[in-house]
């Protein structure tokens, strides 16, 4: 299957609120729950760095975003990292796409973007080795961050990247 890989932009902000509700949907992926995600949520997440891959009919089959922190201290780390895939378009190459694509814009920020980090969910070992093969090592882990509307407790994995 091909697709093309593209800055996000401010008109993709509906087909994003349905990707991204539809990989939630799918359980021990994205941190939120489908009702967790929207428009407001796309929307800011749209005002950093985003990418999207789009289909040969136009369809958004994934996307990343991250943000420069705020703080002057932390303004040369890109943080609060999402990636998610279409659950039928995963394991396609899409994920590495799309971090090639911001790493690579990362590189070019002015001011310099130095580091990326990201957490994943222990539970996510398929996640967390995509992360290791682009290179991001493992930083720590949370004991117990997330919790489950079961009551199931999980450890996130910290990972980060130097640029
Ligand atoms: C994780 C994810 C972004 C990877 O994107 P992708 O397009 O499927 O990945 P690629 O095809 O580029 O790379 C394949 C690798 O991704 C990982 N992967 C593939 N399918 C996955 C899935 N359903 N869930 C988690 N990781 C997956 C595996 O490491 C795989 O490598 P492997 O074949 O050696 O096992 C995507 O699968 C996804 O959106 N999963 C659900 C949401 C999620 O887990 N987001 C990350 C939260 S930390």
Known sequence: MSFQVRAARPDDVMALVDLHRAVAA?????????????RDYVERFLAGVSFVAVGPDGAIWGEI????ETVALFAHVLSNLTVA???DCQ???IGSRLFEALIAHARAMDPPI???????GAGNPGAIRLYERLGFKHEGRQVSRGRYPDGRLEDDILMGMLL
Do not use: Q, S, Y
């Not at 975003?65 to 420069?68: E, P, Y």
């Open 65 to 68: 975003h991250a943000g420069r």
């Open 85 to 87: 895939v279409h659950p």
């Open 114 to 120: 130095l580091r990326i980090e990201l957490a994943a």
């Open 26 to 38: 799918v359980p021990d992926g994205l941190a939120r729950r489908p009702e967790e995600i929207t």
């Open 91 to 93: 394991g396609l190459g």
